[in-house]
């Protein structure tokens, strides 16, 4: 049976007191604090326990009395001594952590830009400055989106297995016909975007995109810009020049020779592909003259029946639509010789032909 003394109750107070007012941080002071008031062992709590323990009632109520007036010290004088010790922990701070603002900045960030990113935000950049806004889609899609709503007949050959990621199961594709896939184009965004909203329409699409091909020049992901626009009376003629002048902003030449040589695609009627001139020697290719022709975009009238589609009257409503390949791009842009270094994640690779994260493309500014 525990019993206390007056004497006791003297000695644990003047100890608690000095050790409290010696503490030199507020770690050693919480360890006090556990030691005198902690809910198992603390001394205060046993103490506190004990008291029932003192037989006479007049000795008990003397104690109890000194107790309280004790544990309320040590208590006051924890909480003091603990302010004060913040004061001093944070001064000691702000001495030792000091920031010289005069030193000059770093001379380089260490991140860069990759050139999809880059080439993306050019490209948008430049589309944005003609009206155009930005659309998105999901890059798992169903084939209703990605082929069906496009008039990509069942038989055309890009829905044939080795073009094509099929995936198992339609989570993601409620509602539709039960096959998903990752989207082996831009396009679907074009049905999603109509889909939703309302005529007129003037947006691009950036995005990856997937394909079950990969050798020198194909990647199982790449990226594609779409672009796409709906209104009334729109002609090739708004194709033509639409693209010319994105053209010749890309590649910042104030005169670059383009040629629309026809071509198909299932949901535009006429289609055409777009080429650059260009000078192609042994080293490099040269964009911007010379006799031979690089091609860059694929385009075309949007088909009457993918507007129909959407439930557009194309008597009402025509368009044009345009994919561009983006590693195409950036490669013929900033001389980026191979397409698979694009993905192999290598630090060097990307510091020499990132972009600095601070030069945001713009027409302003510079792309
Ligand atoms: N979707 C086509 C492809 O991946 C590119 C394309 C061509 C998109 C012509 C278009 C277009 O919008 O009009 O090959």
């Not at 031979?292 to 029946?305: A, F, I, K």
Request: aromatic share 8%; charged share 25%; with cysteine.
């Amino acid at each position: 049976m525990v019993t206390v003394t007056g004497a006791q109750l003297t000695e644990q107070f003047a100890d608690f007191i000095s050790r409290i007012q010696k503490a030199t941080s507020t770690i050693e002071l919480e360890a006090i604090d556990l030691e005198a008031f902690g809910k198992k062992s603390g001394v205060y709590t046993l103490l506190r326990k004990s008291l029932g323990n003192i037989p006479d009632v007049e000795e008990r109520k003397k104690s109890g009395e000194r107790f309280n007036h004790d544990a309320r010290r040590v208590e006051q004088a924890l909480e003091d001594r603990r302010s004060d010790l913040k004061i001093l922990e944070l001064n000691e701070r702000l001495q030792t952590e000091t920031i010289d603002v005069t030193l000059p900045a770093r001379a380089e960030t260490q991140g860069k830009i990759h050139p999809v990113t880059q080439v993306i935000e050019e490209i948008t950049a430049i589309f944005a400055d003609m009206g155009f806004s930005v659309a998105e889609g999901p890059d798992i899609e169903s084939d209703e989106m990605n082929f069906d709503k496009l008039n990509i007949p069942e038989s055309h050959p890009a829905r044939q297995m080795h073009d094509t990621f099929y995936l198992q199961g339609n989570s993601n594709n409620p509602g539709g016909d039960g096959k998903t896939l990752l989207r082996t184009h831009t396009s679907p965004v074009q049905i999603r975007t109509m889909k939703a909203g309302k005529p007129p329409f003037r947006f691009i699409a950036p995005g990856s995109t997937y394909r079950c091909d990969s050798d020198i020049t194909h990647t199982p992901m790449f990226h594609q810009v779409e672009g796409f626009v709906i209104d009334k009376n729109i002609h090739m003629g708004h194709l033509k020049g639409c693209i010319i002048e994105f053209l010749k902003a890309f590649f910042e030449l104030d005169n670059v020779p383009v040629r629309y040589r026809p071509s198909f695609f299932p949901f535009t009627e006429p289609s055409a592909e777009v080429d650059i001139g260009c000078t192609r020697s042994r080293e490099e290719i040269k964009i911007g003259a010379g006799a031979d022709w690089l091609e860059v975009m694929g385009c075309g009238m949007v088909h009457p029946n993918v507007l129909r589609n959407c439930g557009l009257d194309p008597n009402e409503w025509q368009g044009f639509a345009f994919g561009m390949g983006v590693e195409r791009l950036a490669m013929l842009k900033y001389g980026i010789p191979d397409l698979r270094t694009f993905f192999e994640s290598d630090a060097r690779w990307l510091k020499h032909y990132g972009f600095d994260a601070l030069a945001i493309p713009s027409l302003i500014g510079g792309l």
